[in-house]
Nanobody, 115 residues
């Protein structure tokens, strides 16, 4: 059974930082690409960051240069370091993996950035 559990969200002032983590189980973690998505209030869920099984990364334009995705294959975790946070970064952040043709999501973690 594939499980993704996000943690690390919270309330932070604009310009601050947060580090999100996603713990995974039920997959061969090192062989899977991982993604972070986010969903702001009243908005659709959108892509934020990607890391391949080999460690290559890609970012949405809106977060490039501020967010860093990383993975720890020994711990089966994927992290999202978020710096220079803005109020528009507010939302629920979700970890995602595509496994055997299906999308799996965590329950999400709330990030709120105050101005």
């Amino acid at each position: 059974q594939v499980q993704l559990v996000e943690s690390g969200g919270g309330l932070v002032q604009a310009g601050g930082s947060l580090r999100l983590s996603c713990a995974t189980s039920g997959i061969t973690f090192r062989g899977n690409a991982m993604r972070w998505f986010r969903q702001g209030p009243g908005k659709q869920r959108e892509f934020a960051a990607f890391i391949s099984s080999s460690g290559s990364t890609a970012y949405a334009t809106s977060v490039k240069g501020r967010f860093t995705i990383s993975r720890d294959n020994a711990k089966n975790t994927v992290d999202l370091q978020m710096n220079s946070l803005r109020p528009e970064d507010t939302g629920v952040y979700y970890c995602n993996v595509q496994h055997q043709g299906r999308d799996y999501w965590g329950q999400g973690t709330q990030v709120t950035v105050s101005s």
